[in-house]
């Protein structure tokens, strides 16, 4: 299955699972808060219980320094701090309110706290005055030691306390803990999602440019079937005029001859034959003069030159071949100079040109398990630019190694013959010239010339293959 048919499932798949995390987040997130309350709350407990604690003891300070020193200040104090410890009982119950364990806790702690607070009162009222009775009083808590059952049960409470904090706190870690790993893994999933959209997107441009360049490739192989044909029939009817003008001369020159041998004879019929002769003569010179306007005709073939970029040219050709060629993919390199790209020729014909030249050296090395070849450029003269393609197949054929450009020369069973001919004929037509040469690492080298759009200093570049050079090795 591809990328691009597996990428959408993929995509919806992320979506879904970011949409369960991110509830389950939402809920984590929710416990979370619980958690921070309720730590919050024994907090709250914590601290009452400890303000209690302290109210005891400043109560019990303030009780001990007024019976001792008779400051009314002491006296004030300790009024002050027992209503405190009556506020505080207060909103420790409240607190608790909703366990009732703990509200009994209280209670028990408040109506102890409540005994001694009414003990440290009468030896407040007593005063140092009534120094002795005061001190009766301080004697009876020795005895019965209300503060220290006070103490103990608030340190019940207290350990009780933070023993539920310490729950609650590794409780709100662990799910703080959660959170972050949920959040986490939402990042990565958004990640995932962002880059999966990303190459989607991606994906379809893509296709929607392979597409662009199908199509535009369709259009310029039709455009060069069109002239393809033309150039063929040109090549075909121009080849064919020159096969047919020999015996047509020989057949006129026949017909002088017979018409000289007649008249020196004395054949009855003579006259009548004579003018038979001369209307055949007639005839063929006729003929003669068909074929020459033919010829003209098809040699005119009006050209439209503009200047054009030699690389575009070649990607064109090159795509165009590859399509034809792709089951048998070729390693191809391109070595174009771009200071001498611009060249003033018919788009189209060049497109022939290279189109013949690349496919016939696709299809040369087609049956071969290395497929390379080497498209290049370079100043040749101040106006001109050589092009050389090369290939590493098999070479020309013996056969027909000196005819390659005359028409009708062919080694391939379907083959025409006439692709090197007319590209000939385009590159002379545009003042260039083509040969060929052995490729020394073994295939074909084709190297032909083009006029410059714009005429340039001539350099000896020292990046120009070689002639002697492998071309594609
Ligand atoms: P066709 O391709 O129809 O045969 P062409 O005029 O294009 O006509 O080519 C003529 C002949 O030249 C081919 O049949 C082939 O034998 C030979 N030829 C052309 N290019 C190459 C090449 N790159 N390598 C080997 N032989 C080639």
Partial sequence: MSVGVLAPGLLVATLLLFIVIASVLVSNLVRLRESFSWVQHTNDVISAVAGIQQAVLEAESNERAFLLTGIDAYAADFGRTRDQLVSRFESLRALVSDNGDQVASVDAL?????????????????GPAKLPQALDILEQTRIEPL?????????????????????????????????????????????????????????????????????????????????????????????????????????????????????????PEAAKIGSALDKAAQQALRAGAVIQ????????????????????????????????????????????????????????????????LIRNAFEAMRDQSERKLFVGSGPLEADMVEVVIADCGPGLDASIAERIFQPFSTTKAEGMGVGLSISQTIVQAHGGSIRTEPNPGGGTIFRFTLPLAEAMQYRHGPHWPARTEALTG
């Fill in 110 to 126: 408040r109506a102890v706290a409540v005994m001694r607070i009414t003990q440290m009162q009468a030896a407040v009222d007593l």
């Fill in 147 to 267: 503060t220290e059952r006070i103490e103990t049960m608030l340190s019940t409470m207290m350990r009780g306390e933070q023993a539920r904090l310490m729950q609650r706190q590794s409780q709100l870690d662990s799910e703080t803990f959660n959170a972050a790993l949920i959040t986490a893994c939402l990042l990565i999933l958004a990640v995932a999602g962002a880059a999966i959209t990303a190459f989607l997107l991606e994906h379809q441009r893509a296709l929607s440019r392979e597409r662009e360049s199908d199509l535009r490739l369709q259009r310029l192989q039709a455009e060069l079937l069109r002239v393809a044909r033309l150039g063929t029939m040109g090549g075909m009817t121009s080849a064919l005029a020159h096969e047919l003008n020999q015996p047509l001369a020989a057949v006129t020159n026949y017909l002088r001859g017979s018409r000289r041998m007649l008249d020196q004879s004395s054949h």
């Fill in 293 to 356: 306007r033919l010829r003209d005709f098809v040699g005119r073939g009006e050209t439209e030159r503009t200047p054009e970029s030699l690389r575009a040219i070649v990607d064109d050709a090159l795509a165009l071949a590859s399509v034809i060629s792709r089951d048998r993919p070729v390693e191809v390199t391109r070595n174009l100079d771009p200071t001498v790209d611009l060249v003033m020729v018919d788009k189209v014909q060049l497109q022939q040109v290279f189109l013949n």
